[in-house]
């Protein structure tokens, strides 16, 4: 049974991560875990 969905930024299977900002659920690798935003979001953090 799958618990993550896709990624809202990449598409691809494994999101684990929600944005605190826009509470997208993303990928590792479309998340800045030092700051909890998704890649979208960093710039404007």
């Not at 605190?20 to 935003?37: A, P, S, T």
């Given at each position: 049974?799958?618990?993550?969905g896709?990624c809202?930024?990449?598409g691809?299977?494994?999101?684990?991560?929600?944005?605190?900002?826009c509470?997208?659920?993303?990928?590792?690798n479309?998340?800045?875990?030092k700051?909890?935003?998704?890649?979208?979001?960093?710039?404007?953090?």
């Amino acid at each position: 049974m799958e618990i993550s969905g896709l990624c809202n930024i990449c598409g691809k299977p494994g999101a684990l991560f929600t944005c605190i900002l826009c509470g997208k659920l993303v990928c590792r690798n479309c998340f800045d875990i030092k700051h909890n935003v998704c890649g979208k979001c960093h710039f404007k953090y």
